[in-house]
């Protein structure tokens, strides 16, 4: 696996590769990222990952500063998964200078959900997502990049970003990845307690459970979801947890569902100081 730093080199790296396929990260790698890298692997001639923390999509009051970062374990992750290349530009690599040139998405998917209560986000997602991609697929006739489903709407935002742009790029999902309890596989579940280990997993449950009731009240979905996402919020309330949203929506678009839509369920609480987000295909 060849490491670069910088996008010259990086280029050149992949001046021979036809087709790359892409998987960006933040790091503090787990399973879910090399599952996405074995995903990526055959769908392309040169596999290519990057590590860079976004200051861009962190809110000032957000943990930029204390977001793990595990350089040599992900090394070996990634040198162990096939990966040939990883990018991994240093601040003044991606942004030389003051990023006034900024991707805002459509407000209609990204103002809601993550989007409403971290103001901001898919600007900074956006945006760096754009330039990581101009990084790798420049003079790239076609490329495939590969996101985790569970980041649900920002694999939306994304997929948007690149219809809307027309970039040549076909963009990949791969299902969230989860320990044998059920919790979904996140960086920041380093950040939790055994105790609150012990805990998180109840915010897949309550999602579950939405889920069921919402496809029980199918018939009378857009009169009865109000009342089961209050339960749903009131119930994870009572452990102890701090929700900002439990919520189901329509698979398509993320707007609010009528009967017969394909739905998901997503969730976004706090345990402790630690914010968790998950999601649900139902």
């Known amino acids: 696996m060849r490491i670069v730093h910088s996008i010259v080199e990086l280029r050149q790296q992949l001046a021979s590769a036809q087709h790359p396929a892409f998987v960006p990260t933040m790091g503090n790698l787990h399973a879910g990222h090399i599952a996405l890298i074995a995903q990526a692997k055959p769908l392309g001639d040169c596999t290519v990952a990057s590590i860079f923390v976004n200051r861009l999509q962190f809110l000032p009051h957000e943990d930029f500063d204390s977001y793990p970062r595990t350089w040599e374990r992900d090394c070996a992750q990634l040198q162990a998964a096939g990966c040939d290349v ?28 993550e989007g409403h209560f971290r103001p901001g986000f898919f600007t900074g997602l956006s945006t760096v997502v754009m330039k990581l991609f101009m990084a790798v697929f420049a003079g790239k006739a076609q490329g495939t990049a590969v996101f985790g489903k569970k980041d649900y709407q920002q694999l939306m935002v994304i997929r948007q970003m690149v219809r809307q742009f027309a970039l040549p790029i076909e963009i990949t999902s791969g299902a969230t990845c989860r320990a044998a309890d059920g919790l979904a596989l996140s960086s920041r579940n380093g950040y939790l307690s055994e105790t609150e280990r012990a805990e998180a997993l109840h915010l897949s449950l309550a999602l579950r459970t939405l889920g069921r009731d919402a496809l029980a009240s199918a018939n009378g979905l857009a009169q009865h979801l109000p009342q089961l996402e209050a339960q749903a919020m009131q119930a994870l309330t009572a452990r102890g947890w701090k929700p900002d949203y439990l919520t189901v929506r329509r698979r398509s678009d993320l707007q609010a569902p009528q009967a017969g839509d394909d739905l998901v369920v997503l969730g976004a609480a706090r345990l402790g100081d630690t914010r968790l987000i998950d999601n649900l295909e139902v």
């Open 86 to 113: 990883l990018f991994a530009p240093r601040e003044h690599d991606l942004y030389p200078e003051p990023q006034t040139f900024k991707v805002h998405a459509d407000p209609v998917l990204a103002d809601i959900l």
